[in-house]
């Protein structure tokens, strides 16, 4: 019969063929042999448990010691401008829960494809402690950049070096670099200009000049503007001899230098002037009254408006009567006056004397008063209107003929009755 190690299907199992080898087979194993070896194999097994166990253990020890460090990053601009610098601040820490000593050997900026920045030694860290470096860069081409925070840490009592990440992405701009001029005076002596960054970049070194017929008559310099911002100066162009006016400016933006330019036309509003309007006239004997409306026909206030009958031959004025203080009158406004004077003449000089601008004034303007009618002392009358109202009289019946008739009709009748009775 063969050995039972090679287990013949014809047997039930296992122990029956152990028991029929040894009891049919001389040179096969024993029953008690095999027995012997399993208690032999199992001081191996165990051996063997306890370097998986060990060897996983640590594994898990190490994972755990790896996941105490941790990282963040942030990036300051978030969205920079080509060839703008970018600052990026690392911050690793060493976890309250940790039992061990990190040493933190390199920090490192990277996209897959790219190496940016690299800090070597950086320091240990203790439990609960944390430590930050700041890292720059700059970006040549405009998009979306993907980069890690690279972090290599061990423990201070040894271990292998773990390799720590954090992401953090930028958004690069284009390059855009605009300054622009635009200008505003209200009507006045001054031009206020303002400067406008409208790019993406601050811009420096920023002058600004006023030209007006190709002479150059005044420059400004302004401070630093960075970008969506202005800031604006004022030029007293009010001595200008011309309304035409040119603005240049000219600024310095990473490192060349570039002009901007503007023309502006100056609204000059038209100087504050009085004339006396709606004038009335009376007479009263040689009395005459002068009255109306002393009227702002300019663009600008004007103050301190004074009206007057200067004594001249043949003039004087009534008392206090001769003057009349108006004060301000604003600009296409008016204000009445009334003047008395004794008038020998057809015209009447009236004196108006007022600021504008802040420059005094002085002028007279005469009015005529030869179409009173001295004999009723009404304004405005004139001697057409009394002819016509003779031509009315002389249209009806003659009064003196009439009266002369009835007298003359009245005396013969008496005398022709006087005569009748005598006889």
Same mark, same amino acid.
Not at 61 to 89: H, I, K, R, Y
Not at 373 to 398: I, Y
């Given at each position: 019969?063969?050995?039972?190690?090679?287990?013949?299907?014809?047997?039930?199992?296992?122990?029956?063929?152990?028991?029929? $080898?040894?009891?049919?087979?001389?040179?096969?194993?024993?029953?008690?042999?095999?027995?012997?070896?399993?208690?032999?194999?199992? &001081?191996?097994?165990?051996?063997?448990?306890?370097?998986?166990?060990?060897?996983?253990? +640590?594994?898990?020890?190490?994972?755990?010691?790896?996941?105490?460090?941790?990282?963040?990053?942030?990036?300051?601009?978030?969205?920079?401008?080509?060839?703008?610098?970018?600052?990026?601040?690392?911050?690793?820490?060493?976890?309250?829960?940790?039992?061990?000593? $990190?040493?933190?050997?390199?920090?490192?900026?990277?996209?897959?494809?790219?190496?940016?920045?690299?800090?070597?030694?950086? #320091?240990?860290?203790?439990?609960?402690?944390?430590?930050?470096?700041?890292?720059?860069?700059?970006?040549?081409?405009?998009?979306?950049? *993907?980069?890690?925070?690279?972090?290599?840490?061990? %423990?201070?009592?040894? !271990?292998?070096? %773990?390799? @720590?990440?954090?992401?953090?992405?930028?958004?690069?701009?284009?390059?855009?670099? *605009?300054? #622009?001029?635009?200008?505003?005076?209200?009507?006045?002596?001054?031009?206020?200009?303002? =400067?406008?960054?409208?790019?993406?970049?601050?811009?420096?070194?920023?002058?600004?000049?006023?030209?007006?017929?190709?002479?150059?008559?005044?420059?400004?310099?302004?401070?630093?503007?960075?970008? /969506?911002?202005?800031?604006?100066?004022?030029?007293?162009?009010?001595?200008?001899?011309?309304? @035409?006016?040119? =603005?240049?400016?000219?600024?310095?933006?990473?490192?060349?230098?570039?002009?901007?330019?503007?023309?502006?036309?100056?609204?000059?509003?038209?100087?504050?002037?009085?004339?006396?309007?709606?004038?009335?006239?009376?007479?009263?004997?040689?009395?005459?009254? @002068?009255?109306?409306?002393?009227?702002?026909?300019?663009?600008?206030?004007?103050?301190?408006?004074?009206?007057?009958?200067?004594?001249?031959?043949?003039?004087?004025?009534?008392? +206090?009567?001769?003057?009349?203080?108006?004060?301000?009158?604003?600009?296409?406004?008016?204000?009445? =006056?009334?003047?008395?004077?004794?008038?020998?003449? /057809?015209?009447? &000089?009236?004196?108006?004397?007022?600021?504008? /601008?802040?420059?005094?004034?002085?002028?007279?303007?005469?009015? /005529?008063?030869?179409?009173?009618?001295?004999?009723?002392?009404?304004?405005?009358?004139?001697? &057409?209107?009394?002819?016509?109202?003779?031509?009315?009289?002389?249209? !009806?019946?003659?009064?003196?003929?009439?009266?002369?008739?009835?007298?003359?009709?009245?005396?013969?009748?008496?005398?022709?009755?006087?005569?009748?009775?005598?006889?």
């Amino acid at each position: 019969m063969r050995c039972a190690g090679t287990f013949p299907p014809t047997h039930s199992s296992v122990r029956d063929l152990l028991v029929h $080898a040894d009891t049919t087979c001389s040179g096969c194993p024993k029953a008690g042999d095999i027995l012997v070896r399993r208690q032999q194999l199992l &001081p191996v097994f165990l051996t063997l448990l306890t370097i998986v166990c060990v060897t996983f253990g +640590g594994a898990t020890v190490a994972s755990a010691q790896q996941s105490a460090v941790s990282v963040s990053v942030d990036a300051s601009p978030e969205d920079p401008v080509v060839g703008e610098t970018t600052t990026f601040n690392v911050t690793v820490t060493n976890q309250e829960g940790s039992n061990s000593i $990190a040493d933190v050997s390199s920090i490192m900026l990277r996209t897959n494809q790219e190496h940016y920045e690299r800090v070597e030694d950086v #320091g240990s860290l203790a439990p609960g402690g944390s430590l930050t470096v700041k890292m720059t860069t700059t970006f040549e081409q405009a998009g979306q950049k *993907n980069l890690k925070a690279h972090v290599s840490a061990k %423990r201070a009592s040894g !271990g292998n070096l %773990r390799a @720590i990440y954090s992401p953090v992405t930028v958004d690069v701009q284009e390059l855009d670099i *605009n300054g #622009g001029l635009s200008t505003a005076s209200n009507g006045s002596d001054e031009t206020t200009v303002t =400067f406008t960054n409208y790019g993406n970049v601050e811009l420096s070194n920023i002058e600004i000049t006023a030209t007006a017929d190709d002479s150059v008559r005044d420059n400004r310099d302004v401070f630093d503007v960075d970008p /969506d911002e202005e800031t604006s100066v004022t030029f007293d162009t009010g001595e200008y001899d011309t309304d @035409i006016i040119n =603005f240049s400016a000219t600024y310095t933006a990473r490192g060349e230098q570039y002009e901007t330019t503007r023309t502006a036309t100056r609204d000059q509003q038209v100087t504050g002037e009085i004339r006396l309007t709606s004038i009335d006239v009376a007479a009263s004997g040689s009395t005459v009254s @002068i009255d109306g409306e002393a009227a702002n026909i300019g663009g600008t206030d004007v103050e301190s408006v004074l009206i007057s009958i200067p004594t001249t031959d043949g003039i004087t004025p009534a008392g +206090g009567s001769g003057e009349y203080f108006v004060g301000s009158v604003d600009a296409s406004e008016f204000s009445t =006056f009334e003047l008395t004077a004794s008038v020998e003449r /057809d015209t009447v &000089p009236i004196r108006v004397a007022y600021i504008a /601008d802040n420059d005094r004034v002085t002028k007279t303007q005469t009015v /005529d008063v030869s179409s009173l009618n001295t004999t009723t002392g009404a304004a405005g009358q004139t001697q &057409p209107e009394a002819t016509s109202g003779g031509e009315q009289n002389q249209s !009806g019946l003659p009064l003196l003929p009439i009266i002369f008739g009835v007298v003359l009709v009245l005396t013969l009748g008496g005398l022709g009755r006087y005569l009748w009775n005598r006889e």
